[in-house]
């Protein structure tokens, strides 16, 4: 009997629980219902995961403002944005607006992209994206690489304010690491070791610098180009060196911890860091000193690039053109984007809440954080280097991981490099473009 | 419809309806795109025959990578059971508090396999590592930074995390041994090393049979702590097969090909599992 009573309880205990979903169904639905009620209801796809927060709360404000529902997704962090769009195109519930990068625009286009020529933003910016004669990539903002600095930190020890422009060759920049050193500031380096700063971010400038960087890459791939020997490669190799040499994880670099590093760099206690304005979501996490900012990386070159930080626009948007998203949430989709660039609120949202540099020509931005305050300067006066978006799909890890990674920890040489990244690729698969 | 087969349907449909949604279809379709150039994102999938099985083989990275998973596999699995049959025999000894011990050695599997990985990522890059350089008053490199220190790693994680899982199994292991054949012993003049030998441990041969199938299949898939822990660094030296296949389909975009490696590993991983199965089933003891 008592068995049976305790079972019975079971019972009524997962029953209970049951209908405690069902009642949590109820609820989505009837909030669904409630969109419904005051108009469309679009969904968001967010990559920049730094920024959901931001996105969170316009999204209310824009519900309030427009009536338009809007849902906004973060994108998982453990897994790739684009394995996670075709799940949702394989469930035929995709997002209506989705971010994703300059690569995924390329391969999502032609199956799932919506045709944004004409529209009204379209006009000022250069920076979206075309495939086949269809302007499928919104450019959400502009983000640049180069080596960031702490001014308070170098000029605490040299006594000097800093200017840096004057650090423009690498000969400039050795002799102020020398001087840090001798003021105190044994290791005034960061390197981040991470396989997409190594892979994707630092060596990728060796072919982006080049006069024709799709030749070049193109050349890599048939085996006729001489990496080993290329002027642009040894410059950028030399810098490197230099870098590995004051490094601060000298001796374990492949093990450095993004958030240490930045926050070494946050605080002073190193001077340099290779990185891009995105870094600031980090570095803005721990207790900063004033003067940050980003220039370009120093070069013994006289072709100009060590002028020149290399970017563009970054994290691109795409409307979704299948049928399973209706006309009227493609055209709140549409109206949302030109919100963004077109309304004063969309760019506060940009600038301010979300502290990134627009990639439009009519947003005023003077709300910035430091460094993307450095990248919106250089991309003002078209001193960027514009990105290369074709680069094999295993580039990052093959190059950044086990090649670069090895170089960074000094088990490797410059030749050995060259070697092994032109082995790789001979047998790289090439992106069609 | 027959008795057997209305039987069969009221007391096993549901479930075979739901494991055929989860397993079987899924499995069948993964097969199926191991013959397609699918780049996990786009509306075709085009047919290429065995192309991706010719890749994958031909794919040194994959092979690397399976050898190492052979190597770490092997030493984890031998230290997880020893260890994991040690602290099951000293909770089963009547200390004073072994229920105690028991759940606490248990715990660690209640801990998701990501987050244990970032928390020993910050003991060996950061505790261990100032501990070391306070002793030798130098500076220590963290074991993560060296090749075979991050599979040294990797292994050790394991072993804590696996053992007090395989310990529970040895537990009833041994409680299933009848005290009075101990008690025969002993009185036949058995030592207590003698008894565990050759009376405990024939005995509780099921236990064994099960603890090495879960810890083998559980190495040779291991990834969520491989990720956290290391994520293949440093140089990728430290990837495992599975962490291999994930990129492979996913971040290189070569779904068909990552696909035909994860089946390459199933069977592997099938292959041993049975072959040590079948061996370890006919060596069990009837008491």
Redesign the interface.
């Known amino acids: 009997m008592k068995k049976k009573l305790v079972s019975l309880a079971m019972v009524a205990a997962m029953s209970a629980s049951l209908v405690a979903c069902g009642g949590s169904d109820g609820g989505a639905a009837s909030s669904g219902e409630k969109a419904e009620s005051t108009g469309v209801s679009i969904t968001i796809l967010n990559s920049k995961t730094e920024i959901q927060t931001q996105f969170e709360e316009m999204a209310e404000e824009y519900e309030a403002a427009k009536g338009v529902h809007v849902e906004v997704y973060n994108a998982d962090t453990d897994t790739t944005v684009a394995s996670q769009v075709a799940t949702k195109y394989a469930s035929n519930d995709p997002y209506t607006i989705t971010m994703v990068d300059a690569k995924d625009i390329y391969s999502l286009a032609d199956d799932y992209a919506y045709d944004l020529s004409g529209q009204d933003w379209a006009s000022h910016t250069t920076l979206g994206i075309t495939v086949n004669n269809k302007l499928a990539g919104f450019p959400f903002c502009v983000e640049a690489r180069g080596i960031i600095y702490n001014a308070d930190a170098i000029e605490k020890v040299t006594g000097e304010a800093f200017d840096p422009s004057s650090v423009a060759t690498l000969d400039d920049f050795q002799a102020l690491l020398d001087k840090l050193v001798a003021g105190g500031m044994e290791q005034p380096v960061g390197i981040l070791s991470e396989y997409w700063s190594l892979g994707a971010h630092w060596f990728p400038m060796v072919y982006e610098e080049q006069a024709d960087p799709d030749a070049y890459v193109n050349g890599l791939l048939a085996g006729t180009e001489d990496l080993a020997g290329n002027q642009k490669y040894n410059e950028l190799m030399d810098t490197f060196e230099t870098l590995v040499k004051y490094n601060y994880a000298k001796g374990s670099a492949s093990n450095a911890d993004r958030e240490e590093t930045s926050m070494k760099l946050a605080q002073g206690d190193i001077a340099f860091m290779f990185g891009g304005n995105w870094d600031w979501s980090v570095i803005n996490q721990y207790d900063y000193t004033e003067h940050l900012g980003m220039m370009p990386v120093p070069q013994n070159t006289t072709d100009g690039s060590n002028g020149k930080l290399v970017g563009g626009g970054s994290k691109y948007i795409f409307v979704d053109s299948s049928d399973a998203t209706s006309e009227e949430q493609r055209q709140a989709a549409l109206d949302f984007l030109n919100w963004l660039v077109n309304d004063a609120e969309g760019n506060t949202f940009l600038t301010e809440k979300c502290a990134l540099v627009p990639a439009f020509d009519n947003i005023d931005a003077s709300a910035l954080d430091p460094l993307s305050l450095s990248v919106k300067n250089y991309a003002d006066a078209n001193n960027l280097i514009p990105n290369y978006n074709y680069l094999p799909d295993d580039h990052m890890t093959v190059v950044g991981q086990e090649i670069m990674q090895k170089y960074l920890d000094e088990a490797i040489d410059r030749a050995e490099v060259a070697k092994e990244v032109t082995d790789y690729f001979k047998t790289a698969t090439p992106i069609a473009h | 419809m027959s008795y057997k087969l209305k039987q069969y349907l009221l007391f096993a449909g549901v479930s075979t309806v739901i494991f055929a949604c989860v397993v079987i279809i899924p499995f069948i379709y993964g097969l199926y795109l191991t013959f397609t150039s699918w780049?996990?994102?786009?509306?075709s999938k085009p047919f290429v025959g065995i192309t991706n099985y010719v890749n994958a083989f031909a794919d040194a990275g994959y092979w690397t990578s399976l050898g190492r998973t052979f190597i770490y596999s092997a030493i984890a699995v031998i230290l997880v059971n020893a260890v994991a049959f040690i602290i099951a025999y000293m909770v089963t000894s009547g200390i004073k508090g072994q229920n105690f011990f028991r759940a606490g050695f248990f715990v660690p599997n209640l801990i998701g396999g990501?987050v244990l990985g970032y928390v020993w990522k910050f003991v060996f890059?950061k505790a261990l590592v100032s501990l070391a350089g306070s002793i030798s008053s130098g500076?220590a490199?963290?074991l993560?930074?060296t090749e075979t220190g991050a599979i040294a790693a990797l292994i050790i994680v394991s072993v804590w995390q696996y053992a007090g899982y395989m310990m529970l199994i040895y537990v009833a292991g041994f409680m299933s041994v009848s005290e009075d054949v101990i008690e025969a012993a002993k009185i036949d003049g058995c030592t207590g090393t003698q008894s565990i030998i050759h009376i405990s441990i024939p005995l509780m041969t099921a236990s064994f049979v099960q603890c090495l199938f879960l810890t083998i299949t559980r190495c040779f898939m291991v990834y969520d702590v491989n990720?956290s822990l290391t994520n293949?660094?440093?140089?990728?030296s430290s990837a495992l097969a599975a962490m291999h296949v994930y990129?492979q389909a996913?971040?290189?975009?070569?779904y068909g090909t990552g696909q035909a490696e994860a089946l390459i590993l199933f069977v592997i991983c099938a292959i041993i599992g049975g072959i040590q199965v079948y061996v370890g089933k006919k060596g069990e003891v009837q008491a």
Do not use: C, T
């Open positions: 780049d996990g994102v786009s509306r990501i890059n500076q490199k963290s993560l930074a990720l293949g660094d440093p140089y990728g990129n996913f971040v290189n975009k070569n």
